[in-house]
């Protein structure tokens, strides 16, 4: 049936159970017959949620969330009505059947209101999970805190303290307005005046501490995590790179790390701190008047209420404003990075706009949040005016009674504000806990992530003799999934040989030596190296033996040294210059101001490109690898350099060497050539043969090796 229909249905069974109950007939009583008229209304009331969510369910086959809350609601609105107005007034007076209308339209309205705004799909299961997985997130992160658990401790310890001290300072004000109202003695005064002075230090001193131990804490905390973030994203693979934007990266790096540390010690801070002084002033505010405190109690359920729709809107907005400020550093990053690109094709114009646009996305995501935070707090404010409004009114008449003194009642309001500040931060404070601990969820789906290509093997073999086979390789880049680069490829490069790979622009070189690095995992076949599957040998080991001159050559800032020396640890200046000799860097590294201790500046920025790609050849040349690469790094030397790195290179008699090229030169003089199209081996054999062959090595000969 359809909801209308089923809720039609309920109303009537309801009209039918309440004509039966007689709960359509005036209704007055006073406080002494009261509280047995407030347990029946509360029994009847469990009973017809019974009957009507039984009439629900079996009219629907199956539940509805919207009915269930109109029911719920429904049934709990009298008794609540009810009990409150008997416990406040201490007299009941009223038509039933009104309040049975009231409450029909109340409840009607609000689950009307409810089901527009969160719709049962989109707040069960993303309202659920985000909730779920938040609270999974916390836990992380309290574990991740463990070491600091000492000073977190110790927080704790002058937090409570802080709050004992605190909840006693309303107290003793109500104790010196009764005490002034009368004829008063100077001791009395006194000695609640030096209650109040000692409790106001001791608190003060206890909070002081308290923040400097947190603090500590957080500060403890944001460094280690970003150690270890750091640490899991430099073992990632080169795909996982070419998939996230490093502006995201640097953004988890350093807001969202100092994020997650201060929304966790701070919430659980406050959360504490509002627990303990929530209880201690509940039962000072009991003993004052349990009536007003009843009364004040009432407000908590509104409250949460509103603070659960603010959190699931704020939610969902906090984490559009953090993408989109990660958008606006990749487009920043992106032209800094750059500079000489963005300068050449006179695109600083577009690249400012490019960055402006992101940054007004932020602004409008902001502005969208700051508005439904203000709506919130204004909504909220006027909760607390009318709570603030019955609470005067009903004390003026229980001060009428004689049932409490006015020194009470300044006592008891003092106590209020701060009570309902309180409830409403256990309130709300779940829901920042939740708002903020989504900040560690990236944070902590990086620390987790395992490398998709794994660097756990543990072969390290005392003799290396260098052979490699690619066998039947199946590769396409996780970016593109669909496009397989390689297509059963395979190639043996024979120890002591080299082996060139020529072939049409975009035809499969460069992945070749990437999957030989290990950057990706094949999808199907696999690379030998000695017989043994790349994936068995230590990773360290594998890339001493294994070494490779890019397309780029990236250096680091630091001085020439410490460039060739890159991962090596210790290694002596000796070593450096007969590495440097063989890639031909020796002799302008010597001319250079500091000589090896030269500053190369932020990524080499401050050589040529020649110098950069020789100082990176004398990086690879000083692991003696067992198998080099060289990906096209003849193309930045010139005829000299080049003849220098070949004798260099033809110095080392066992060593496996792959070279993509572009110069016949450099071609020629390999054992063995294979020319690579469209991701397969279409031909292989020595310059000599190929030429003879007259084949494709022959076309592109002539098409491509100009310099010949
Ligand atoms: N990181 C990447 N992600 C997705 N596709 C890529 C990536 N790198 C290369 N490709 C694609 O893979 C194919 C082979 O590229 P590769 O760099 O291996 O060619 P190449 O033969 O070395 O070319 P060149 O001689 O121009 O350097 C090309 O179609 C290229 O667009």
Known sequence: MHVVGVFILAVCVDVIICVVDHRFAYIKCDQA??????????????????????????????????????????????????????VML????????????????????????????????????????????????????????????????????????????????????????????????????LTAILFMGFFSLGS???????????????????????????????????????????????????????????????????????????????SLMVSL?????????????????????????????????????????????EAVSGIRTVRGFRTEKSESRRYDDRLMDTHNLKTKRDTVRAVYLLVRRLTEVGMKVAMLYYGRLIIQSGEMSTGNLVSFILYQSDLADNI????????????????????????????????????????????VQFQNLTFSYPTRPDQKVLKDFSLELKPGQMTALVGSSGGGKTTCVGLLERFYQAQEGEILLDGQPLQNYQHKYLHMKVAMVGQEPVLFSGSVKDNITYGLGECSLQRVQEAAR?????????????????????????????????????????????????DEVTSCLDTESEQMVQKALASCPNQTLLVVAHRLKTIERADQ???????????????????????????????????S
């Open 33 to 86: 017959i009261s509280y047995t008229n407030v347990l029946r209304e509360w029994v009847a009331s469990g009973i017809r949620w019974l009957i009507l969510q039984g009439v629900i369910t079996f009219a629907r086959n199956g539940s509805s969330r919207v009915l269930q809350r109109w029911v719920t609601s429904h049934c709990l609105l009298g008794p609540i009505f009810f009990t409150g107005h008997i």
């Open 673 to 707: 050539i294979v020319v690579i199209d469209n991701g397969t081996v279409i031909e292989k054999g020595t310059h000599k043969e190929l030429m003879e062959r007259q084949g494709s090595y022959y076309r592109l000969s002539e098409r491509l090796f100009t310099d």
């Open 582 to 630: 063989k890639a031909n860097a020796h002799g302008f590294i010597s001319q250079l101001e500091k000589g090896y201790d030269t500053d190369v500046g932020e990524r080499g920025g401050l050589l040529s490109g020649g110098q950069k790609q020789r100082i990176a050849i004398a990086r690879a040349l000083i692991r003696e690898p067992q198998v080099l690469i060289l």
């Open 204 to 282: 003060s001193f206890s909070a002081g501490c308290r923040g400097g131990l947190f603090m500590c804490a957080i500060n403890s905390f944001t460094c280690r995590v970003r150690v270890k973030l750091f640490r899991s994203l430099v073992s990632q693979e080169i795909g996982f790179y070419e998939t996230t934007k490093t502006g995201d990266l640097s953004c988890r790096l350093s807001t969202d790390t100092n994020l997650m540390a201060r929304a966790v010690a701070l919430n659980v801070n406050v959360l504490l701190r509002t627990f303990i002084k929530t209880l201690g002033m509940l």
């Open 424 to 467: 409403r931060t256990l309130i709300y404070i779940f829901g920042d806990m939740l708002n903020s601990v989504s900040a560690a969820g990236k944070v902590i789906e990086y620390l987790d992530r395992k490398p998709e290509v794994s660097t756990e093997g543990t072969l390290q073999p005392d003799v290396l003799k260098g052979h």
């Open 90 to 189: 201490g007299s009941f007076e009223l038509e039933k059947s009104c309040v049975w209308l009231l409450n029909l339209l109340a409840a009607a309205t609000a689950c009307l209101f409810w089901e527009m705004s969160w719709p049962d799909k989109s707040y069960q299961s993303n309202g659920e999970k985000r909730r779920q997985t938040a609270r999974a997130l916390f836990k992380r992160v309290i574990l991740l805190y463990r070491p600091d658990y000492i000073l977190l401790f110790g927080a704790f310890v002058f937090l409570s303290l802080a709050v004992l001290c605190e909840m006693f300072i309303p107290f003793y004000t109500g104790q010196v307005i009764d005490i002034l109202k009368s004829q008063y003695q100077w001791n009395d005064f």
């Open 289 to 333: 008047s349990w009536k007003l405190t009843v009364l004040m109690l009432m407000e908590t359920p509104i409250t949460g209420l509103l603070q659960n729709i603010y959190d699931t809107f704020y939610q969902k907005l906090v984490q559009e404003v953090q993408n989109s400020i990660a958008r606006a550093n990749d487009a920043a990053e």
